[in-house]
């Protein structure tokens, strides 16, 4: 009855921006912390950044000052403006919400955006 929808993915040039939107859409849920995700081929999949439902936000070293996450609540949609991309961050970009439904939270994922950065 939940899911997230994922867009803004693509192909860019180092140094280009890409804005990536993940939508939650269903019914009788609200959602605490949303975040992002990437997974490289043959890495472990890592977290980028994540915002907690009052606004607070971390990112992992590697995108510090590049990326910025933020949420639109009245839409339930999460945010990844990347600027200044490098082809390092090329990755299958995946969205995640705690969703919280009848008292209980669980994790939802995204079926994932392709981002690749040329150089």
């Known amino acids: 009855q939940v899911q997230l929808v994922e867009s803004g993915g693509g192909l860019v040039q180092a140094g280009g921006s890409l804005r990536l939107s993940c939508a939650a859409s269903?019914?009788?849920?609200?959602?605490?912390?949303m975040g992002w995700y990437r997974q490289a081929p043959g890495k472990q999949r890592e977290l980028v950044a994540t915002?907690?439902?009052?606004?607070?936000?971390n990112y992992a070293d590697s995108v510090k000052g590049r990326f910025t996450i933020s949420r639109d609540n009245a839409k339930n949609t999460v945010y990844l403006q990347m600027n200044s991309l490098k082809p390092e961050d090329t990755a299958v970009y995946y969205c995640?919400?705690?969703?919280?439904?009848?008292?209980?939270?669980?994790?939802?994922w995204g079926q994932g955006t392709q981002v690749t950065v040329s150089s």
């Open positions: 995640n919400a705690d969703i919280w439904r009848f008292g209980t939270a669980n994790a939802y």
């Open positions: 269903g019914i009788a849920f609200r959602i605490n912390d």
């Open positions: 915002i907690t439902s009052g606004g607070r936000t």
